[in-house]
């Protein structure tokens, strides 16, 4: 893992005492909200429902078991005993109180985390696949490739005030487990033709309002000028890209409206001039940040037997656990989606167990997953077991990864001053609906995901069964949504027809769910089936 | 009925205002007239409050019930979390927001 060097840890801790003076302010009434407010939103601290809220960012979803145990210790300390992992593979805390904000930031900064770019028009935290450095399908471990982008675009002064925040997300596997195109840069390191490395750029994607597939825009980039590629991307967007409307100021509008050929020319002009800038990092910054990067020791003899005779671990080993690049090892990943639950909340308690399992078992490396699920990267095969009864005395191993109960849900209206209905209470009803992990397993890989605005937090353009609350003349209603997908077979959801109540759409879930089975030929997912048989046949199912 | 909301400028808690001061219990609330913009910004400049407003309320027997859902779901908690609201005994009381 990267570890801050002294000018990362200065800026944070500079950062931390620069925001506890502006809260002393604010405190004090010698500023405004409207004064503080881009504040302490630059150091991700919202104003919701019911408290302020504080979005910590966890880089590329990649932390140790000090860290985690430091997200524990904030829930248990300054927040109600809990917190909320996030599609973006962050933690958000609900019950912050302002005074207590800068000692959070403090003891952030203590384990080298912060929560600075996590809101504004700025680069936000950089997203990659869950799996990176751990799977046998990638061509490189993107997380170097994430750092450098991560520090290029931390307090990046060009890119500080966008028109609209920005997101990115790097994968280097054809599977797309980071809903790469659905970025507003999607970075896949690929090999060209002479076996060097690179990078395939894909800019425009999003969710939202207006919900696109990002179109590929240059099929190679040299590795070693990815940075100035990226910066002429930003370049062109952060002079033409809409400023008098927010809802056309994201990038894919841009894209979209000048049309990606058009786009494109206009970036590699622009790159054309960045390369003689000198603005890639040498050769030697990127040799010492991959150095954290390194495989951890891992047991050679390490044995790939494993003993199957408990029936529940046996469907947990065969749901939950992913393929290793190293013979003898897993991937594990603790499913924050227990029946009735709420999709990404974890107690203190939960946190340090985790913490815990990856110190003991897992080389010290946690994941978290923009499904909102914690990923062990690195487990011996031979303490499956003993990680499984750990988690399963609390709560933690719901065999569910990838089906109809591991949905993903924003916070909704429960906490959320953005939402027009609540995501979480669907998500409970429909995990108790289809509790059973027989009918689960039956149904096979479902992807469902719900969200309580137009915003999209909840990705329900990209779940193979998605759902959006809208606000009816004050009243909740769900419009159901199908076909979606953010992985390398990447499309969006489009709408069946008319609204549902709450039940309503759970009862319509089973009507498509009923219908797949029903049509479904050898070997077809619920998504696959979809795309065969088509819209029609399900709004008809639906809606007779 | 129209009653002025906002949260606590410290601690972030939603909070009502009484005719006197501020409560974290929407039933305290008060009917604030053609009063309202005065107040908030009274209030606001005083720091007594963060981000006031004005909604509609129903008055009913249990006191003011906000007219929009996601006001009533900031005067009980999140309808998720019983134990988080402001009514943890009662196991039922999601139901006043819908």
């Known amino acids: 893992m990267y570890q801050y060097d002294e000018y990362d840890q200065k800026m944070v801790d500079t950062r931390v005492e620069e925001f506890r003076d502006q809260v002393k302010r604010r405190l004090a009434g010698d500023l405004t909200e409207d004064q503080f407010k881009p504040l302490r939103l630059m150091n991700g601290l919202y104003l919701q429902l019911h408290a302020y809220m504080l979005r910590v960012a966890v880089p590329y979803g990649t932390l140790n078991s000090k860290q985690m145990r430091m997200l524990g210790h904030i829930a248990r300390k300054y927040d109600r005993d809990y917190g909320h992992f996030t599609t973006r593979q962050n933690i958000q805390y609900n019950w912050i109180k302002l005074e207590d904000a800068p000692d959070i930031l403090a003891d952030l900064a203590s384990v080298e985390m912060h929560a600075i770019q996590t809101s504004g028009n700025c680069i936000r935290n950089i997203s990659s696949d869950q799996f990176a450095g751990a799977t046998a399908d990638e061509i490189a471990d993107p997380r170097p490739w994430a750092e450098i982008l991560r520090q290029w675009s931390s307090f990046h002064p060009e890119f500080s005030y966008l028109p609209r925040k920005f997101k990115f997300a790097v994968i280097a596997s054809d599977t797309d487990r980071a809903a790469m195109r659905l970025h507003d840069i999607g970075i896949q390191l690929v090999h060209n033709e002479a076996g060097e490395l690179g990078a395939k750029f894909f800019v425009g994607g999003g969710m939202g309002r207006t919900p696109m597939v990002a179109p590929e825009i240059r099929d190679f980039v040299p590795a070693d000028e990815l940075i100035s590629y990226a910066e002429a991307c930003l370049r062109v967007y952060n002079r033409y890209g809409r400023r008098d409307n927010k809802y056309k100021a994201r990038i894919k509008i841009l894209v979209h409206e000048l049309g990606p050929e058009e786009y494109s020319r206009q970036v590699e002009e622009e790159f054309a001039h960045m390369k003689t800038l000198g603005l890639n990092p040498p050769v030697e910054e990127l040799a010492r940040i991959s150095e954290f990067f390194q495989d951890p020791p891992f047991d050679k003899q390490a044995s790939d037997d494993l003993d199957l005779s408990d029936p529940d671990f046996a469907v947990w080993v065969d749901q939950n656990n992913s393929a290793h690049k190293q013979p003898g090892y897993a991937i594990a990943t603790i499913s924050l989606k227990p029946r009735g639950g709420i999709p990404g909340d974890a107690s203190s308690a939960q946190i340090d167990l985790m913490a815990d399992l990856a110190e003991q078992y897992s080389f010290d490396e946690l994941r978290v997953t923009h499904s909102q699920n914690i990923v062990l990267p690195h487990v011996k095969k031979s303490d499956l077991y003993a990680i499984w009864q750990k988690l399963d005395e609390a709560g933690l191993a719901p065999a569910n990864l990838d089906l109809i109960t591991d949905s993903i849900a924003c916070p909704g209206l429960d906490y959320c001053s953005l939402a027009n209905a609540r995501s979480i209470p669907l998500a409970q009803k429909i995990s108790k609906r289809f509790a059973d992990l027989g009918r689960q397993r039956e149904l096979g890989e479902l992807k469902l995901k719900i969200s309580g605005c137009i915003n999209a937090c909840g990705h329900h353009h990209a779940g193979h069964i998605g759902i959006l609350g809208v606000d009816r003349k004050g009243t909740e209603n769900y419009q159901l949504l199908l076909g979606g997908s953010g992985a390398e077979d990447a499309s969006l959801a489009k709408i069946t027809g008319p609204g549902f109540t709450e039940d309503g759409v759970i009862d319509a879930i089973e009507t498509v769910t009923d219908l797949y089975l029903e049509q479904r030929e050898e070997g077809e997912r619920f998504i696959d089936t979809y795309r065969r048989v088509g819209m029609a046949r399900f709004k008809e199912a639906i809606y007779g | ?98």
Do not use: C
């Open chain 2, 1 to 98: 009925m129209k009653i002025l909301t906002g949260n606590d400028l410290k601690t972030g808690d939603v909070i009502w205002w009484t005719g006197l001061d501020w409560s974290r219990f929407v039933k305290d609330a008060t009917d604030v007239g053609d009063q309202g913009e005065a107040i908030l910004q009274r209030e606001e400049a005083a720091r007594r409050v963060n981000s006031p407003y004005i909604i509609e309320a129903e008055q009913t027997d249990d006191g003011p019930r906000p007219g929009h859902i996601k006001d009533r779901v900031r005067a009980l908690g999140p309808t998720v979390r019983p134990d988080l609201t402001l009514k943890p005994a009662d196991p039922d009381a999601g139901l006043w927001v819908i």
